[in-house]
């Protein structure tokens, strides 16, 4: 059974960074051909790509959000990590997290609420 | 990037009746492997987006053959025979050919 969950920091001040972790089981970052996606949605608006991390390393941004994004995996405790840098307003949304097999993004987690608050 | 318009952006069905919504992409979605790239997503109230559809026309596992996705390289459909309840919610279209993966603006489906 494939399952993600992800947590973050539920709030936080324009100009830190965001940290995003995403908790998996049912299948394994090592596992050849998989990968874990983000992907953002701010309240009542669609759905926003933000970057893959595959089994190999291998990674990939959306260049709209320039530099600001990073990810990473902790293989051995099932994770993926997401960072973005200098958050404001425009950041705020829920953040999911999902996995890519043979098809993108055929399971998702549940979301979680970030807002980026003064 | 690939932009993906979608139409309508609402509609409103008598259930037991049919939905069409419709998916143009600005940019051919079929691969040198001659997979079409298109990819339809449910997103009830409330909860994560699921998957539909993949590669444009294929049902995704456990989700019911009264969806059907068809189309061509640029422009596809997504059709909903004999609309249920459960089907309200937003549909999205998404391209996973090339980077920046992108998605549709979605199509509210609500019912009468």
């Known amino acids: 059974q494939v399952t993600l969950k992800e947590s973050g920091p539920g709030i936080l001040q324009p100009s830190q960074t965001l940290s995003l972790t995403c908790t998996f089981s049912g299948f394994s970052l090592s596992t050849y051909g998989m990968g874990v996606g983000w992907i953002r949605q701010p309240s009542g608006k669609g759905l926003e790509w933000l970057a893959n991390?595959?089994?190999?390393?291998?990674?990939y941004y959306n260049p709209s959000l320039k530099n600001r994004l990073t990810i990473s995996k902790d293989t051995s405790n099932n994770q993926a990590f997401l960072k973005i840098t200098n958050v404001d307003t425009a950041d705020t949304a829920t953040y999911y997290c999902?996995?890519?097999?043979?098809?993108?993004?055929?399971?998702w987690g549940q979301g979680v609420m970030v807002t980026v608050s003064s | 990037d690939i932009v993906l318009t979608q139409a309508p952006l609402s509609v409103s069905v008598t259930p037991g009746e049919s939905a069409s919504i419709s998916c143009r992409s600005s940019?051919?979605?079929?691969?040198?492997?001659?997979?079409?790239?298109l990819y339809w997503y449910l997103q009830k109230p409330g909860k994560s987006p699921q998957l539909l559809i993949y590669r444009m026309s294929n049902l995704a596992s456990g989700v019911p053959d009264r969806f059907s996705g068809s189309g061509s390289e640029t422009d596809f459909t997504l059709k909903i025979s004999k609309v249920e309840t459960e089907d309200v919610g937003v549909y999205y279209c998404?391209?996973?050919?090339?980077?920046?993966?992108?998605f549709g603006a979605g199509t509210k489906l609500e019912l009468k």
């Open positions: 998404a391209q996973f050919l090339e980077y920046p993966y992108t």
């Open positions: 999902a996995r890519i097999r043979i098809t993108p993004f055929d399971y």
């Open positions: 991390i595959w089994w190999d390393d291998d990674k």
């Open positions: 940019k051919s979605l079929l691969s040198s492997k001659g997979i079409t790239s």
